[in-house]
């Protein structure tokens, strides 16, 4: 089976991924460590607008941020959990159509990466486990629902990746 991608859909993975590696690294202070709010984040509530595109975007763009990461190269195993966990933000959204499982699946992705973020953070730093991942969840939280909720709505009224997309 050969799978094929259109270039409109080349260029949202880059694009995607640029802007969210971008984000995340020019606002390193609060991307990286135990109380980290990912900006770039807010960019999750968007993929169901972009389809597989968006997913593949987030996968590559966690992967080029974590590159820069201050725990090093063990973070670069957080690209697994965003991806699969961006895969179900898409897919629940494409089954359902319901705008607030937006909100739903960017808890869970909050909840699963404050898991492993904050597992990560606890064991390399030493800090207690269950703060660590609360702190990392809530940020994830702020920036993915009350971030990227609004963005998800506003560019869905306007059909803007609709159109230009062809979804």
Avoid: E
């Avoid at 880059?14 to 606002?27: E, N, Q, S």
């Avoid at 609360?134 to 994830?140: E, I």
């Amino acid at each position: 089976m050969v799978i094929v991608i259109k270039s409109k859909k080349i260029a949202v993975i880059a694009i995607y991924a640029a802007l969210y590696a971008a984000l995340v690294v020019a606002l390193g202070p609060f991307s990286y460590g135990p109380l980290q709010i990912r900006v770039a984040d807010a960019l999750l509530a968007v993929i169901p607008l972009l389809g597989v595109a968006g997913v593949l975007g987030h996968t590559l763009g966690v992967f080029v941020a974590n590159l820069f990461s201050t725990l090093g190269p063990i973070d670069l195993l957080n690209t697994i959990p965003s991806f699969f966990m961006a895969f179900v933000v898409y897919y629940v959204y494409k089954r359902t159509k319901n705008d607030y499982t937006v909100i739903g699946t960017c808890v869970a992705y909050s909840i699963v990466i404050g898991v492993t973020v904050g597992w990560m953070l606890s064991y390399v730093f030493s800090l207690p486990l269950l703060p660590t991942i609360g702190y990392v969840a809530l940020g994830n939280i702020i920036a993915s629902v009350l971030i990227g909720w609004p963005i998800f709505k506003m560019l869905k009224r306007t059909g803007v990746f609709q159109r230009w997309l062809g979804t």
